[in-house]
């Protein structure tokens, strides 16, 4: 079965300081990947996606991640954290036509002043 | 206005009551998912629904029922509601992005915020 896994429950950072929120997956075939970001008392909206292609996706607010087959990770990367960004963070796997998506449990991202 | 909308938004009920939890689209997308989200614990599917004549269960489904009422409308009922219940619930919509691109980009309401006491 499919499933993912997100380091740390809470991260923070400074302003300014490069944001990296890690994702690692399980799966047997390739897999399609989601970032979705949660902002406070709103619902989750998709960040990026990586389906095919170049491995290296970039989305929304400057935020991208990298698929790396070979370590079976999609981490969330940002240069410069603002304090915009303090949101909840989710991964997500699935492998398209009729499979289910699955969710990890969420990384809070906290931005200092 | 929002693409996925859901109701009522907040709704605080007791032990044993029947709730139900409507959400509507007009994204005109044919699959739609029902999840709960708790602290820790992420998103949890609960059913979901690939078309007006397909239900499914998900992972948590026990003490959970969904109608599918149309292309754009998919309810979640609590029969008897209970206090572990007491949760935030997340209507979704996806579509397929076609053959070679199925991605299935989920796309949420606001949620529902319900307590049960």
């Known amino acids: 079965a499919q499933s993912v896994t997100q380091l740390g429950s809470h991260v923070s950072v400074s302003e300014g300081a490069l944001v990296l929120l890690r994702c690692n997956y399980s799966?047997?075939?390739?897999?399609?990947l989601f970032w979705y970001v949660q902002y406070p008392n709103q619902g989750l909206q998709l960040l990026l996606k990586?389906?095919?292609?170049?491995?290296l996706v970039k989305g929304i607010n400057g935020f991208e991640a990298e698929f790396k087959k070979s370590e079976t990770s999609f981490h969330l990367t940002k240069p410069s954290a603002h304090m915009s960004d303090a949101a909840e963070y989710f991964c997500a796997v699935s492998f398209g036509g009729y499979q289910k998506v699955t969710f990890g449990t969420g990384t809070k991202l906290q931005v200092i002043p | 206005d929002a693409d996925v909308t859901q109701t009522p938004r907040n709704r605080i009920t007791k032990t044993g009551k029947r709730i139900m939890l409507e959400c509507s689209q007009t994204k005109g997308h044919d699959r739609m998912y029902w999840y709960r989200q708790d602290p820790g614990l992420g998103l949890r599917l609960i059913y979901y629904?690939?078309?007006?004549?397909?239900?499914n269960k998900g992972e948590i489904s026990d003490g959970y029922s969904v109608s599918r009422q149309a292309q754009a409308k998919f309810s979640l009922s609590l029969e008897s509601a209970i206090p572990n219940q007491t949760a935030l619930y997340f209507c979704a919509t996806s579509d397929l992005a076609g053959a070679g691109g199925q991605s299935d980009t989920q796309y949420f309401g606001p949620g529902t915020r319900l307590t049960v006491l």
């Open positions: 799966s047997s075939v390739p897999p399609y």
């Open positions: 629904s690939f078309d007006v004549k397909d239900i």
């Open positions: 990586y389906t095919t292609g170049a491995t």
